[in-house]
């Protein structure tokens, strides 16, 4: 059996869309634009490479909530099953939402 890479990255994206996700029930799939990233201490970073490029989030519902286009949110985030999954219960301060100007 292949043992998953434990990864994590900080990203800070801009929301475009947002839509309940077809397959996670109680989470919310975002589609944003990478506008930052950086490694988290002691965790692979497996999402760097989509700064600049549009990349499809899954999001917790309840962290999602009330998330307008246009809003800068600052997050964690790790690679699994080919896809970006936010934190289930980030530790406080590190999920951030700046509203759109």
């Known amino acids: 059996m292949v043992q998953a890479t ?3 990255t900080a990203l ?3 929301l475009v869309t947002t839509g309940p996700h077809p397959q996670l029930s109680g989470w919310d ?3 944003t634009d ?3 990233a950086r490694p988290v201490a002691g965790h692979a970073d497996l999402l760097s490479r989509h700064i600049g490029h549009r990349l499809d989030l899954a999001v917790p519902s309840t962290l999602a909530a009330g998330l ?4 800068v949110v600052r997050l964690r985030a790790r690679l699994a099953g080919g896809e970006a999954l936010a934190e289930k219960r980030p530790p406080p301060g590190t999920f951030v939402v700046e509203p759109p100007p």
Do not use: I, Y
Request: net charge neutral.
């Open 34 to 36: 990478v506008l930052d």
């Open 12 to 14: 800070t994206v801009r």
């Open 68 to 71: 307008v286009p246009g809003a």
């Open 29 to 31: 799939r975002l589609g």
């Open 6 to 8: 434990e990864n994590l």
